[in-house]
């Protein structure tokens, strides 16, 4: 993700790329960006200092990795950066902490950047609300063989989405991982599945299944570029707004 940004930010009229981050120790680490990426020299050298990168931004994008995000959050909240978090697989505690965060900037956060995932969510929240428990709600994901987290951070906004819509606490109703003899399906639970191979974008199937029917809401993305573009109209959207912590609805105007 953090290449296809780059090339996402060079190409817009609207954007400069201003900082580009690696761990410390990484080999691209002071190297030119354009070049470490094997294309033109961009005159930009990859840092592995995030608070002096981010005091120079209005925005930092960040697709990584909970430990890292959490840390920015702090670093980008004292730069009083806009922080955009794609990253997925944040614990309760990650988000309290990336909430302290928000209390002094703003904070975009959300699992998937794409319009269509976004509209689908409150799809979703409306078929729950209008279908009772009698509808087993099952919802099924399936990613590229790299990814590291399960159940995806979409899969969990659409059962959150379903479970808002039933009225219920998904945690209270969440089953994961179904392997052995795990008994019969709990009325009322929402069920997840984790598809993981190959070079799937990313796929997602919200099914309601009753005895004699079945409903199934899906997205699919065929091109990663749609959560960068997402990541950097989040980036613009958070320049005029208060400190707090949103989400792609309230960039997309679907909240
Ligand atoms: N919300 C959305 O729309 C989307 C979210 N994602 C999420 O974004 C995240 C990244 O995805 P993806 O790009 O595929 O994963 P990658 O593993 O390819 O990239 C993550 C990058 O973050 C770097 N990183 C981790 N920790 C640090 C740190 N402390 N300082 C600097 N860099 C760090 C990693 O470096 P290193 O290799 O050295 O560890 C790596 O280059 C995942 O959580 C994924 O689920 C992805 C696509 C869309
Ligand atoms: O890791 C990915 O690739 C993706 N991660 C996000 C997720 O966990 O839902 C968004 C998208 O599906 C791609």
């Given at each position: ?27 691209w680490?002071g190297r030119d960006l354009g070049l470490a990426m094997?294309?033109a020299e961009m005159g930009l050298k990859v ?209």
């Open positions: 993700m953090g290449q296809m940004l780059v090339k996402e930010v060079m190409a817009s009229d609207r954007l400069k790329l201003v900082g580009a981050l690696e761990r410390e120790g990484h080999d680490v094997g294309g840092s592995d200092d995030a608070l002096e990168a981010f005091s120079r931004a209005q925005a930092v994008i960040d697709f990584t990795a909970p430990a890292a995000t959490v840390a920015f959050s702090e670093l980008a909240a004292q730069a009083r950066a806009v922080h955009v978090i794609g990253t997925t697989g944040l614990s309760e505690d990650d988000i309290s902490a990336i909430d302290r965060a928000a209390r002094h900037a703003v904070v975009v956060r959300a699992g998937n950047m794409s319009l269509g995932v976004n509209l689908l969510t409150r799809m979703v929240k409306q078929v729950a609300a209008a279908l009772d428990a009698d509808w087993d709600i099952e919802v099924i994901e399936a990613h590229h063989h790299h990814k590291v987290d399960a159940p995806s951070g979409t899969a969990l906004m659409l059962g959150e989405a379903a479970a808002e819509g039933r009225g219920v606490a998904l945690a209270d109703v969440s089953d994961r991982g179904r392997d052995g003899i795990t008994g019969a399906r709990k009325r009322g639970d929402i069920g997840f599945h984790a598809i993981r191979g190959g070079d799937i974008v990313g796929e997602h199937e919200v099914l309601f299944a009753t005895p004699g029917e079945r409903i199934v809401l899906k997205h699919v993305a065929s091109d990663r570029t749609l959560f960068a573009r997402g990541a950097l109209k989040a980036a613009l959207w958070g320049q005029d707004k208060g400190p707090g912590h949103y989400d792609m609805l309230d960039v997309l105007g679907l909240g």
